[in-house]
């Protein structure tokens, strides 16, 4: 997660070479069950604003 939050402030700092260094590093395949859980929760976050 750390080393996203980095790329993300990398890119948007405008330095793209250090971002991509960054992203490439990271692991996804071991992200992905936390990415899903979290679209999860947000999709029921929102249908609970929604009514």
Same mark, same amino acid.
């Given at each position: 997660? /750390? ?13 793209? /070479?250090? /971002? ?32």
């Amino acid at each position: 997660e /750390a080393r996203a939050l980095l790329g993300r402030l990398e890119y948007q700092r405008g330095n793209y /070479a250090a /971002a991509l260094q960054v992203f490439r590093g990271i692991d996804i395949q071991s992200l992905m069950p936390k990415m899903t859980k979290s679209v999860i929760e947000l999709e029921f976050q929102q249908e609970r604003d929604v009514q």
